[in-house]
């Protein structure tokens, strides 16, 4: 119940702020480069304000979430000790946290998960902790590279910045669309529970099958036209990008409220955009996206 779609949309403020004060010292130069003024520090400040995390900590949650995210990256091995380091001392912090919510409940996502139940059941405090790391770490990487995919795409199509600068209303069917077209997660795993047979293949039961999310989002047994990025298409065919069923995010409702409100500030107030190099990508494994878009855009807005 603590993440319903009622539950972000009190953030809706912050977020604004949040996007506003990244965008305001970029206008006057009229360039930046989006993955790194933007699309980084973006959703950190936001996780926090939704935890409750006093404002002078959030640059020590973005450190971690930095070090925590390289567990989804290809040098994980050589990685593990700093990993490993990042999530004790978020642990630790969060045991201090969970304490003082405990004793003095605030509004914040961390009091209404204490409070949650589900016919008399509660989370436990080890559950408790994973769950309020595993949303740091998920609600930071994935939204930074949607957004900074998002932006890329709009700017290869800059009739479609003009149209959402220029009508703002656009701005929910637009990251649905943008979610579709330049997804970041491009496969997810499944394990059969059984032997089974799937497009003519043998599946063993305890095979790991790898499902190509970006392919089905452009399936144009469902999609008309799929390669064509259309922000006013009406979002009546769902992506997979959020998963679905008992595996469906979370956190969707808050991600969609950060891109939505990101994209419709960035589109009205750094128009016209042009690239100045090309952009370049992560691998894609596990979580992709731009490394470094670099824009030029009309100054003043």
Known sequence: KAFTPRGAEPLQAVVVDVINELVDPLTAAGHCDVVTDIARPYPTPI??????????DWELFSAWADEIKKLFEWNVVADGPAIAAAWEELDAYLEEMLARRRSHLTDDLISDLICAHDDGDR???DELLMLVGTLLIAGTDTTRNQLAAAVHALSDHPDQWALLGDHPEFAGTAVHELMRYYPIIFAGARMAVEDTELGGVSILAGSMV????AAANRD???YDD???LDISREP???ILSFGGGAHYCLGSHLARLELREALRIITRRMP???HTEPARWKQIIGITGPVALPLEFEPGH
């Open 210 to 213: 790898m499902r190509n999310l």
């Open 226 to 228: 799929p390669d064509r």
């Open 236 to 238: 009546s065919t769902p």
């Open 47 to 56: 996780i926090c304000a939704l935890l409750g995390v006093p404002r002078q």
């Open 272 to 274: 016209n955009p042009r």
């Open 220 to 222: 144009p047994a469902v």
């Open 123 to 125: 989370l436990g405090h």
